[in-house]
């Protein structure tokens, strides 16, 4: 068991409680969490500084506007649905298309419009938000998934999370959803994690279930090796949700858009771990090393090559 | 600086918790075990007369006042209608119970609690003034004189000479020459007075103590008396009846000397019983009493100057900081994952009434059946509040149902499913549908297991007797919980499932 802890401790993996105590109670201020856990304010905040988000449909803040909502998405064939202040990708409805009066949605059930209205007053009543207390629905853009991720994917929408200390992208990892993971991309609910060098963009090693993997477990594809366009204009955008909300640890969830480009999609202020696994090595070194910068620089893509810089340096 | 602040803190409130309880330890001498029980006397005193017609009533009863080698930890006075009042002076204590009028038997009680405390204090004895020779009826001067100088013959010092003349005076064949003075002291009725009043005539100060054999279930009618001599530095006390120095171990000091009397004024065919009888009580209702007697206010703010019932919900409040420990160990340095952070606590509290295994019987029970109808109500689609409140109903009727059943199947430990906080319940069997929802079923009977083993381990904790015991008699040692909860509070380490979460970290790195 401490031979476990020691090596643990020797790869620079930050635990739990370590991200805590030495990074979320430290860098991120409390008061500026409702800027991340209403989706609503991070994207009209996003939208104001130009920061690109999949673009807002509309909002359903009370039970009686529930009816509006086909009057909502009457112009749009495919939309998703979003509690304002759901985690771990809970609550997301994804409808790809109609049939005879039908939603479809991306698990391929079709859905009546009471199925689909039960749901957003779920989401109302404070179903998936933290605390349970009432909630806002979200109505926006289905993201259309850039081709690069087709074959990797199972459904669902693969997205690339980041996370940025003091505003320098330290790590990245692509999640891609799998069928255990019911299209959601989070990690402990079976969806496959890819490292990235942060370098070069390139994926590097994946992780499913805590096991190395060379192939999506549904598709066969293999996963490795996969160049993310755009690479450096992604991370500048990682960059600047620093800017944003001023959350000095902080996980951004960027999509890429076959049309669009990277769009960002929410923003966490309790980043998870699992990036470590997915990227093969721990955070400590590279948190450490930020964290004796004494100036940061003030431009989003400077902070960008600083950390591409800072990982390649680091390296193993 | 935040560390250091931290750890100054933590050092503070240790030093304070255990500085306390060593204090009550130590001082006011609370046992660190509950069992730990002492042995007390009842001693009661019971005035019955009748009462005369047409006359007022006083009633006067010396009182023990700090006898020595005991402490009275509580005493109590019965009388109906009586005006009572206590007066204490140097000479003694006593009680007065007066009426203007009343009528037939009468009962006046007093009773006294006593402690054999090894740790009383003797009071300073003050030298007293010697006595001048009385003057006896001059028949007697020959007699006593006589008396003196054979005991002055045969003894050494004041205590031996005592001995002497206590001797000839009780021997079974008493010397003829001392028939006259026998005879005086028997129409005196007080043999301990009279000879007092021989020693006099050698200037030996003397005094009589009044007092009673403390030997459980025993009455007496009236209290022994023993003599005391001073001999130059203190007060020796000798048996009246054969000269024997010291008191018997088990004697009580009712009354020194006799300035204080029994009387009674306004009565006839009056009585006065004294009863002895042994009782236990636990040690800590003694040091309370003794720290009260002692002037220290420490426990007069203790949890035990609450009343009873308010005290055995403490006895189970205070607990609840230990299953909280118990929650950070199991989340902070273990990871275990559990619905609600402190829904194990609140189980393992119900477990305590239920017992552990009816406890997890029952709880299984309920959650399981209520996920069952939970998605049943599922189809119908429901807001989330009036699930929430239509569930808790369920959960309700559920228990009651159970109840009924155990009770028909005879297996009454199934009644206390009702102490199950069924809020709780409700909220568990909602979290865990979503999560089963959500996250598929093992997830959600990974937490629920994680969830039930802590409130086991909770529940193991809390019900460790001792640990009771002491968080109840010593309150502050909950602030050293408090010192190693915040210590906690700033761990960083792995957690234990982390070990196993990074695992791969382990195996591909040789070292």
């Not at chain 1, 979320?24 to 104001?48: C, F, G, H, Q, W």
């Not at chain 1, 779920?122 to 993201?143: F, H, K, M, T, W």
């Not at chain 2, 010397?175 to 009725?189: D, G, T, V, Y």
Request: hydrophobic content about 45%; proline content about 5%; some cysteine.
């Amino acid at each position: 068991m401490f031979g476990t802890w020691s090596k643990l401790r020797r790869a620079g993996i930050v635990g739990m409680n370590q991200r805590n105590a030495d990074y979320v109670l430290r860098y991120n201020k409390r008061s500026l969490y409702p800027l991340v856990d209403d989706k609503l304010r991070t994207k009209y905040l996003a939208t104001e500084s130009g920061i690109a988000v999949p673009e807002l449909y509309g909002v359903i803040e009370i039970e009686h506007d529930v009816a509006n909502l086909s009057d909502i998405v009457k112009d749009h064939n495919d939309f998703v649905i979003k509690p304002a202040h759901g985690s771990g990708g809970n609550g997301i409805c994804v409808i790809t298309g109609r049939l005879n009066g039908r939603y479809r949605q991306n698990s391929g059930d079709l859905l009546t419009d009471e199925a689909i209205e039960y749901h957003v007053s779920n989401i109302l009543s404070g179903l998936y938000s933290l605390g349970g207390q009432p909630d806002q629905a979200l109505i926006e853009y289905r993201v259309k998934f850039d081709p690069l991720f087709e074959a990797v994917s199972y459904r669902g929408v693969p997205d690339i999370r980041t996370i940025v200390f003091r505003g320098i992208p330290v790590a990245s990892m692509v999640r891609l959803p799998t069928r255990m993971s019911d299209g959601k991309a989070n990690l402990h609910q079976g969806a496959v994690g890819t490292g990235i060098d942060l370098a070069t963009g390139r994926t590097t090693h994946a992780v499913w279930q805590n096991y190395p993997i060379e192939q999506h477990p549904d598709t066969g594809a293999t996963i490795s090796g996969l160049e993310i366009p755009h690479w450096h204009k992604l991370l500048t955008l990682a960059a600047q949700c620093y800017d944003l909300v001023g959350l000095g640890y902080l996980g951004v969830d960027v999509v890429l858009d076959r049309e669009l480009g990277p769009l960002v999609l929410e923003l966490n202020a309790r980043p998870g771990l699992s990036i470590q696994i997915a990227n093969g090595r721990g955070l400590r070194e590279l948190l450490e090393k930020i964290e004796q910068l004494e100036e940061i620089p003030t431009l989003a893509s400077d902070r960008a090559a600083l950390g591409q810089e800072f990982f390649m340096a680091t390296q193993i | 600086m935040r560390q250091l602040h931290l750890l100054l803190l933590t050092l503070m409130l240790c030093a304070t918790g255990l500085g306390l309880a060593y204090y009550k330890v130590t001082v006011i001498g609370l046992p660190l075990t509950a069992s730990e029980q002492a042995e007390v006397w009842n001693i009661e005193a019971r005035i019955s007369f009748r009462a005369k017609p047409d006359s007022a009533i006083k009633v006067t009863l010396p009182l023990p006042s700090d006898p020595p080698g005991y402490s009275i930890l509580d005493e109590d006075f019965v009388s109906a209608n009586y005006g009572l009042a206590i007066e204490q002076d140097d000479f003694g204590r006593v009680a007065l119970w007066a009426k203007r009028r009343a009528q037939g038997k009468q009962l006046l009680f007093y009773r006294a609690v006593l402690f054999k405390d090894e740790e009383t204090i003797p009071k300073p004895v003050m030298p007293p003034v010697y006595p001048k020779v009385p003057e006896y009826p001059e028949s007697l001067v020959p007699v006593i004189q006589g008396l003196l100088d054979k005991a002055r013959q045969q003894s050494a010092d004041t205590v031996s000479f005592s001995q002497r003349v206590i001797e000839q005076l009780n021997a079974t064949t008493p010397a003829p020459e001392l028939k006259l003075l026998l005879e005086h002291i028997n129409r005196s009725h007080n043999l301990a007075k009279s000879l007092g009043w021989i020693l006099a005539g050698a200037r030996i100060p003397s005094q009589i103590i009044r007092g009673l054999r403390l030997q459980d279930s025993k009455e007496y009618t009236e209290l022994e008396y023993f003599l005391q001599v001073y001999d130059g530095q203190q007060w020796r006390s000798l048996n009246i009846k054969d000269g024997r120095e010291g008191l018997p171990s088990n004697f009580v000091v009712w009354q020194v000397n006799e300035n204080k009397q029994f009387t009674i004024e306004g009565a006839s065919e009056f009585s006065i019983q004294y009863s002895v009888a042994r009782t236990l009580r636990e040690i800590v209702n003694i040091a309370g009493s003794r720290s009260a007697e002692k002037g220290s206010h420490l426990m007069e703010f203790s949890l035990y100057s609450l009343p009873v019932h308010i005290q055995n919900v403490y006895k189970v409040l205070l607990m609840i900081p230990l299953g909280a420990f118990v929650v950070v160990l199991m989340r902070n340095l273990v990871g275990i994952k559990t619905f609600g952070t402190f829904m194990p606590v609140l189980i393992a509290l119900a477990f305590r009434e239920t017992e552990l295994l009816w406890g997890l019987i029952l709880f299984s029970l309920i959650v399981g059946l209520g996920l069952l109808l939970r998605a049943y109500v599922e189809q119908l689609k429901l807001l989330l509040v009036p699930r929430l409140a239509s569930v808790l109903t369920m959960v309700v009727l559920l228990m009651a149902g159970v109840s009924v059943i155990m009770h028909k199947l005879g297996l009454e430990m199934g009644l206390s499913v009702a102490l199950f906080p069924m809020v709780i319940m409700t909220m568990t069997i909602e979290r865990m549908s979503l999560t089963w929802e959500e996250a598929g079923p093992i997830e959600a009977f990974k937490q629920v297991t994680g969830s039930l083993l802590v409130a086991v381990i909770g529940y193991l904790a809390m019900n460790i007797d001792e640990l009771q015991y002491m968080f109840f008699v010593f309150p502050e040692l909950l602030l050293v919980v408090l010192a190693i909860i915040l210590l906690l509070g700033r761990y960083s380490g792995y957690r234990l499932t982390e070990l196993w979460r990074f695992r791969a970290f382990a195996r591909n790195r040789p070292s």
